[in-house]
């Protein structure tokens, strides 16, 4: 490895986003970027995070990639900071939430910044492998506690890319709490023939097939390779670590197998540790200036 880098079928329409009175906020400015935020606990909280250093290598992805882009998907949106940061680079996004409670707060930050509102579009649904799932949802902070908080509509990860046009010039960032591992080997077919810029989160602690744990790593590690699979074709693979963004050579990608997908690695604040992707993972076709 190399670190030397250069349900009956339902469609639900994006959330219109008449500008009301707009809330109190405070300012962030993640690596410069100055957003406000909505005053909330829970958005103190995440905003602390989202400034702490936490999400450093996605966003060092980003300025990567923004300035070639024209066009943002955000599969996993959570209060909109990644749209938000986004959008004040100059790409149109649409960004998919289906927690009620964190599409709430999402569309309190969007009214926080009306210079950035108009060009990004809420939908409110979850995305998957097919049309016709109920989803429940579950607050952060409750997810590992299994707290139902709501029945979404799912909709065909395919087809709302298809609807969207994905391309070459659109950066698509999924982080969906663990339905990363059916969506995308169901969209492997566009990102081969597309190959957008391709920004992955991982929670492989979020498939639990039941109480015996040998089965649940079998079940994560079988995810982790249909997704191996599906980005196969990019030319460019680069991983996350707490040591920062390293580059995978086509021809580091055997070892990729044996030395990092088949070993069990630590993750932070879970217990137990994991095998397959446990990294954020990004993918491109053209070299990019991390590290």
Partial sequence: MSATLADTSVSVAPVSLAPPPIAPCFPIAPRGWRLNVADTPVARQAAAEFTSGFEEGTLQFFDAVLPECDRMVDFGGFIGFTSLYAAAQGPSVDVFEPSP???????????????????????????????????????????????????????????????????????????????????????????????????????????????????????????????????APYRHMYFHTPQGWTRIDKSDRMALLSQYLLKPKPVPRIATPQYGFTDALALSEVALPLG
């Fill in 101 to 231: 409670v964190n599409g709430a707060l999402l569309e309190a930050n969007l009214q926080a910044n009306p210079r950035l509102a108009h060009r990004i579009r809420l939908h409110r649904h979850a995305v998957g492998a097919k049309d016709g799932n109920l989803f429940e949802t579950v607050q952060r902070g409750s997810l590992l506690r299994g707290r139902a908080e709501a029945v979404v509509p799912v909709r065909n990860a395919v087809a709302v890319l298809e609807e969207l046009g994905l391309s070459p010039d659109m950066l698509l960032k999924i982080d969906i709490e663990g339905a990363e591992y059916e969506v995308v080997p169901a969209i492997a077919d566009l990102l081969r023939r597309e190959r957008p810029f391709l920004h992955i989160s991982f929670h492989p602690f979020n498939i639990v097939r039941g109480t015996d744990e040998y089965l649940n790593q079998v079940a994560r590690l079988r995810g982790a390779l249909a997704i191996a699979e599906a980005v």
